[in-house]
């Protein structure tokens, strides 16, 4: 059974510009949840998807945005990109909604760099 | 107040000893309770679920639940330098999402 499987794995942006990041959760799964993990702020939520309705949200601003698609894919756009948002932002997946059961099957992450 | 607090570490643990990993939680409302392994480089993986209160064990594994303390532990019997790791406390509950602790580097010394 094929994981979580995150693209791209890492890439390199400059401040100002705007990134979109793909997450394909497990088969069957319907729950995604989007983490951001930096050395200082640890595991941070940003949102959760479940069938194609974003359920929860964390605090981070505007410029976060996601969706899910009717495959239970899903993705995340971070909009005019600032130094701070370097980070590894990690999808997780889930059968039922994540703070159900808290199984959570994370993805390698996508390695975000702002210059 | 954090929704979860541990202590960032880190906890250095001779090899065949017992490893005791915290957390304390805010949310009374939280039902279950689950402990993440991150080894450096890699992704969080789940190790550990408790519902009720007491213990549960699992191997050498055993996850502490009080909830009238709003407490919840994890031990690490036999400790092996392959438990090396930062160990990620995270409760949950049907309504709400997963949010979890900034962690805990555990360090096993030969």
């Known amino acids: 059974k094929a994981g979580v499987t995150q693209t791209p794995r890492y890439l390199i942006k400059t401040r100002g510009q705007q990134v979109t990041l793909s997450c394909s959760p497990i088969?069957?799964?319907?729950?995604v949840s989007w983490y951001q993990q930096t050395p200082g702020q640890g595991l941070q939520f940003l949102f959760e998807y479940f069938s194609e309705t974003q359920r929860n949200k964390g605090n981070f601003p505007g410029r976060f945005s996601g969706r899910q698609f009717s495959n239970s894919r899903s993705e995340m756009n971070v909009s005019t990109l600032e130094l701070g948002d370097s980070a590894l932002y990690l999808c997780?997946?889930?059968?039922?909604?994540?703070?159900?059961?808290?199984?959570?099957?994370f993805g390698e992450g996508s390695r975000l760099t702002v210059l | 107040q954090k929704e979860v607090e541990q202590n960032s570490g880190p906890l250095s643990v001779p090899e065949g000893a017992i490893a005791s990993l915290n957390c304390t939680y805010s949310d009374r409302g939280s039902q279950s309770f689950f402990w993440y392994r991150q080894y450096s480089g890699k992704s969080p993986e789940l190790i550990m679920f408790?519902?009720?209160?007491g213990d549960k064990e699992d191997g050498r594994f055993t996850a502490q639940l009080n909830k009238a303390s709003q407490y919840v532990s994890l031990l690490i019997r036999d400790s092996q330098p392959s438990d090396s790791a930062t160990y990620l406390c995270?409760?949950?509950?049907?309504?709400?999402?997963?949010?979890f602790g900034s962690g805990t580097r555990l360090s096993i010394r030969p």
């Open positions: 088969s069957g799964h319907r729950s």
């Open positions: 408790i519902y009720s209160n």
């Open positions: 997780a997946s889930s059968l039922s909604r994540g703070g159900g059961t808290g199984e959570l099957f």
């Open positions: 995270a409760p949950g509950s049907s309504a709400s999402k997963i949010i």
